[in-house]
């Protein structure tokens, strides 16, 4: 399984210029934490912005930790400079597709298990004023909070964390849920929310005014924290952004899910051994155990990811959305497709273009298609100006920065003010349309979709 972004904003908060929480008796100021101290990494001139890189948020899933729930950071002495962290391991089993980000997502990420960290972007403007903030699933590579803090004039503090993938973070079936160790990736990322609850006002965030942006998987994963708990959990956020959902369905708890906890479990070497095996095997063995399932898995599937467990997930989101079970205190969303999601994930085989586009324009009529329009091109448009090697991506069609720019503009005015028609860009190269607010689901409800 493949990270895709899950990220949060916050809001304006208090002035911290007298906090006790920041220091800046060393070049870099320093975020002083219950569990510990981080310095931050860099200042960025650009963008008049700090990055504290690799704050642990929970600590390393390890050991007995392995298959279990995120547990609170452990006390660490010193001050800490960011230098020690890493990405959650990932893996899919297959390639991509060609296109503008198949190249990107098929790169091999290094990871390790003790990954459970985020890097927070705070403009140097919040630790007087009052900022915003954001979170994705994998921190690295597109996901540069630079980009966005910049375009939000520094009005944004951008938080982004790792969570658990593959085996590690989503085993499913009747043994995984009589042992807890189901949806461990989402309560990871449940772990990132809480952690700016608690902690953004020290870098000037408002924990009220939190947004949530999820693209792909990371859409999905919005989907089910609004859903949780047959919608009964509180998100930690009051706007969200759900961009090109992914969310395979898996539904047998007891067939297929569990069939495959048994595929993973022989795989690596713990056949019939159970959860105490696999919390000691290598992670070779454990690579060996993904395969496996992999390999028994249908073409073209990711094999793990988020599964009903008759807890946080209890059926598919699209019917609890239909049931009325969803968290109602959600001040607005932003709903996007582009025009060609499938196309990386299954081979081509249309044979007529003239009625595939009938149907794109029947079902999807406000739909974008620049860059093809391929599943990932949102990522892009986001992250337009990111340092992060994309410019060569984004300058493949001439129209589309101008384009971006546009697209982007409705995000940071949802997320500053839960209105994302007003600081849209109304003119230039590649001005917006107002979007027409709906009604969610049910006539009385007011959250707003867009």
Same mark, same amino acid.
């Given at each position: 399984?493949? @990270? ?31 569990? #510990? ?7 960025? *001139? ?7 890189? $690799? ?13 279990a729930k995120p547990a609170p950071p452990l006390l660490i002495e010193g001050v800490q400079t960011g230098k020690i962290g890493n990405d959650c391991i @990932? ?8 296109? @503008? ?7 091999? &990420?290094? #990871?390790? *298990? ?13 630790? /007087?004023?009052?900022? !915003? ?6 921190? %690295? ?9 910049? %375009? ?7 938080? @982004? ?38 902690? &953004? ?5 408002? +924990? ?24 009964? %959990? ?10 090109? +959902?992914?969310? *395979? +369905? ?7 899910? *569990? ?11 713990? !056949? ?12 070779? $063995? /454990? ?19 988020? &599964? ?10 699209? /019917? ?12 607005? /969303? ?54 992060? #090697?994309?410019?060569?991506? %984004? ?22 003010? #839960? ?13 917006? &349309? ?17």
């Open positions: 399984m493949r @990270s895709f972004p899950l990220i949060l904003l916050a809001g304006n908060g208090a002035a911290l210029a007298t906090s006790n929480h920041i220091s800046s008796i060393a070049p870099l100021p320093e975020l002083k934490l219950p569990y #510990g101290t981080w310095q931050a990494t860099a200042y960025d *001139e650009d963008t008049d912005t700090y990055i504290f890189k $690799n704050i642990r948020f929970a600590a390393p899933p390890v050991g007995q930790l392995r298959f @990932s893996t899919t089993g297959w390639a991509f597709g060609a296109g @503008s980000l198949g190249n990107l997502v098929n790169s091999v &990420i290094p #990871g390790a *298990e003790d990954c459970l960290f985020l890097d927070v972007f705070v403009p140097k403007r919040a630790f /007087l004023e009052g900022a !915003a903030a954001k979170l994705p699933g994998n921190k %690295q590579q597109v996901y540069d909070g630079l980009a966005i803090v910049k %375009q939000s004039n520094g009005s944004l503090i951008y938080v @982004s964390g790792n969570y658990r993938l593959g085996a590690l973070g989503f085993l499913g079936g009747k043994t995984a849920e009589e042992n807890n160790m189901t949806n461990l990736g989402l309560w990871d990322q449940r772990a990132a929310l809480e952690w700016t609850n608690k902690y &953004i006002s020290l870098v000037g965030g408002d +924990p009220e005014n939190v947004s949530c942006w999820g693209e792909s998987a990371g859409a999905g994963s919005v989907m089910l924290h609004l859903t949780a708990f047959g919608g009964k %959990q509180d998100p930690l956020f009051k706007r969200a952004v759900i961009a090109s +959902p992914f969310l *395979e +369905p898996r539904t047998d708890r007891n067939g297929i899910l *569990e069939a495959n906890f048994r595929t993973f479990e022989a795989g690596a070497g713990c !056949a019939g051994k159970g959860v105490a095996c696999l919390r000691t095997a290598s992670l070779r $063995n /454990l690579e060996n155990g993904s395969n496996a399932v992999f390999k028994a898995s249908p073409d073209r599937a990711f094999a793990f990811g988020p &599964i009903p467990d008759g807890q946080w997930m209890r059926q598919l989101p699209a /019917l609890e959305f239909q049931s009325g079970n969803h968290w109602k205190n959600l001040e607005s /969303l932003i709903v996007s497709h582009v025009s060609n999601e499938a196309d990386i994930f299954i081979p081509t085989s249309v044979t007529s273009n003239a009625k595939w586009q009938e149907y794109l324009t029947q079902w999807y009529p406000d739909q974008y298609s620049r860059m093809g329009g391929q599943h990932g091109v949102d990522v892009l448009a986001t992250y337009i100006g990111t340092k992060t #090697g994309l410019s060569a991506a %984004q300058n493949a069609d001439k129209a589309f920065p101008a384009f971006a720019k546009a697209y982007q503009s409705y995000l940071l005015s949802q997320a500053k003010t #839960g209105d994302p028609n007003m600081y849209r860009l109304k003119s230039g190269p590649s001005p917006t &349309i107002p979007l027409e607010k709906v009604s969610f689901l049910q006539p009385d409800e007011e959250v707003t979709v867009l």
